[in-house]
């Protein structure tokens, strides 16, 4: 039998009671119980045992090291589509975290008043809220309760005794509340997680087929040119290139479908270097009935030709680490309403070959180099 005192109340408890000067180094997930209130429950440690495609272990270090020298609370926001490797990081920085020895506790629901529950644990400990965006930012609050995130602002800029690690993983940026995005201050870092690029895709490929099915790559690179493709997509069509299928039935089977058209930037090479181009056209590439056509611009901005092309006839280029159409498979159709110099001159180009990137989301952190 073990006696706990808290104040004036005694409590009974069972032999196996253990009382902490600090939280052991382990993996815990904050849980409410309606009659005691808040208390963690243990569980398996987080690692990663597997190879880790597409992410950048040494940024998992930098963190930690700056969480060292910080004298108050550091946040790290991991944004990005799903399956493209957010929760696997959060896990890397989680298990780093861990070998150098602070607790981690995940936050997987919110719970009213838990914010001042992480505030009472009084050592440095690492919280990692998975799908931030869904169970924070989908929640309703009840009749006089604060919003839910706006409600950890107080504990996300803290310097309480104990400094804390916030991690946040979401899929959706615009889920989030305003004074957490754009606020360093409060979340110090942002890594933003992209698809996979045909070299990330060419080395988890490679990896993951049997031998006899490695000329399929260049397949699943050319798909993901015009479809965004992501971790969980690739494992699933290695999964089926595996079993002998070729990837042309393969990806018929899967649950990867053409729900809309995509958009892309166009671009027509000249020899020479000249280049007209169209942004963020509407074209379904894998259409059999009909050929594309895309309205292409000079560098002033003037429509000069239209480009016929069937889709069919796109390829990968790795030198050119592009989707290209090859210039014996245009159709040129020009635009004869400037000056007759000016059409005689757009005549004169030669064709090399036309280009087709997937118009992306733009880039949400300021490139100055």
Excluded at 241 to 256: H, V, Y
Excluded at 323 to 337: F, G, N, Q, R
């Amino acid at each position: 039998m073990k006696a706990i005192s808290i104040g004036k109340r005694y409590e009974i408890h069972e032999d196996s009671l253990k009382a902490y000067d600090k939280l052991p180094v382990n993996t815990y997930t904050v849980r409410f119980d309606k009659m005691s209130g808040f208390y963690l429950e243990a569980r398996s440690r987080l690692a990663v045992t597997e190879k880790v495609y597409g992410i950048h272990p040494e940024k998992a270090d930098k963190v930690l090291k700056a969480f060292t020298m910080f004298e108050r609370n550091l946040g790290v926001i991991l944004s990005g589509s799903k399956g493209i490797g957010k929760s696997l990081f959060a896990r890397l920085l989680s298990a780093k975290a861990q070998d150098a020895g602070y607790p981690v506790i995940i936050i997987d629901q919110y719970i009213p008043g838990i914010a001042a529950y992480i505030e009472s644990i009084e050592q440095e400990v690492v919280f990692l809220f998975d799908e931030f965006d869904k169970t924070f930012g989908s929640v309703c609050p009840g009749a006089n309760e604060a919003d839910p995130q706006s409600a950890l602002l107080s504990m996300f800029d803290g310097t309480a005794q104990g400094k804390k690690l916030f991690i946040i993983t979401c899929n959706s940026l615009y889920k989030l509340n305003d004074y957490l995005v754009n606020r360093p201050g409060r979340f110090h870092y942002h890594f933003r997680f992209d698809y996979p690029s045909p070299e990330e895709i060419q080395a988890y490929l490679t990896d993951k087929l049997r031998p006899a099915y490695i000329g399929e790559i260049r397949k699943v690179i050319l798909f993901s040119k015009k479809v965004a493709l992501n971790y969980d997509c690739l494992r699933a069509i290695a999964f089926e290139l595996n079993l002998g299928l070729p990837f042309e039935k393969a990806i018929q089977d899967l649950n990867i479908i053409n729900l809309h058209e995509e958009c892309y930037n166009v671009t027509l090479h000249f020899h020479g270097g000249r280049t007209m181009t169209a942004k963020r056209c509407q074209l379904d590439l894998f259409g059999d009935d009909r050929p594309e056509r895309v309205c292409l611009q000079d560098e002033h901005g003037r429509d000069q030709l239209i480009v016929e092309f069937d889709p069919r006839m796109c390829v990968y280029d790795y030198e050119r680490h592009a989707t290209i159409v090859p210039a014996e498979a245009l159709s040129l159709d020009y635009i004869e309403y400037y000056e007759e110099e000016t059409v005689a001159e757009i005549k004169k180009l030669v064709p090399d070959y036309l280009s087709l990137t997937r118009a992306a989301e733009r880039n949400l952190h300021y490139l100055t180099a």
